[in-house]
């Protein structure tokens, strides 16, 4: 069985820019949630989606939003990039029947110059 | 945002050596896991654990859900090069088979020696 797939692995991009990033999620999972990994902060919660419904947010500026599909592949997007947002962006995905046990995609290192 | 307070920080230890983590939190969880992180790499769910005093084993690797629900152990029995990595603690408030957000550790970092 395939793992959480995330594309691109790399990005670079400048202040004021927008990303988006990509999440294919494990066959036959519906719940995916988004971290943020850096050095200073670790790993911090972004957002959880759910048959396409956002049903938990982190503590982010409204800069950082999500979306997913019916298809459960989820997107999330930075607006007006800032260079505090360098980091790397982690995808994790659970089957509903074992929601606690979130599996991770190998992420997106964003580099915001 | 809130780390969970792991230590060691770091620890350098020899091959076949048995190594110890913990965990520590001010609030309690439901649910416990520990993840592994290579370089480059997601974080590797490693062990799951649901219920207080709960101890499992994977491999050689056994963690324990402390008995306040504010922490958790993980032992890693004779130690192997490929053990090398950061290990990740999480906790979780949602009971078992609910999703809710984890809240991240802020890491042991093993480094094996032949």
């Known amino acids: 069985k395939a793992g959480v797939t995330q594309t691109p692995r790399y990005l670079i991009k400048t202040r004021g820019q927008q990303v988006t990033l990509s999440c294919s999620p494990i066959?036959?999972?519906?719940?995916v949630s988004w971290y943020q990994q850096t050095p200073g902060q670790g790993l911090q919660f972004l957002f959880e989606?759910?048959?396409?419904?956002?049903?938990n947010k982190g503590n982010f500026p409204g800069r950082f939003s999500g979306r997913q599909f019916s298809n459960s592949r989820s997107e999330m997007n930075v607006s007006t990039l800032e260079l505090g947002d360098s980091a790397l962006y982690l995808c994790?995905?659970?089957?509903?029947?074992?929601?606690?046990?979130?599996?991770f995609g190998p992420g997106t290192r964003l580099t915001v110059l | 945002g809130q780390q969970l307070n792991q230590s060691p920080q770091s620890m350098f230890i020899q091959e076949g050596e048995d190594v110890s983590m913990n965990c520590t939190s001010s609030?309690?969880?439901?649910?416990w896991l520990w993840y592994k992180q290579d370089p480059g790499e997601g974080p590797v769910l490693l062990i799951a654990?649901?219920?207080?005093?709960e101890l499992t084993s994977n491999g050689r690797l056994t963690a324990q859900f402390g008995i306040t629900r504010k922490d958790s152990f993980l032992n890693i029995s004779a130690s192997i090069p490929s053990d090398v990595g950061i290990y990740f603690c999480?906790?979780?408030?949602?009971?078992?088979?609910?999703?809710?957000?984890?809240?991240f550790g802020t890491g042991t970092r093993l480094q094996v020696t032949l």
């Open positions: 994790a995905s659970s089957l509903l029947s074992r929601a606690n046990e979130q599996f």
């Open positions: 066959s036959g999972h519906r719940s």
């Open positions: 989606y759910f048959s396409e419904t956002q049903r």
């Open positions: 609030s309690i969880f439901n649910t």
């Open positions: 654990l649901y219920k207080a005093g």
């Open positions: 999480a906790g979780q408030l949602g009971a078992a088979g609910t999703a809710s957000k984890l809240t």
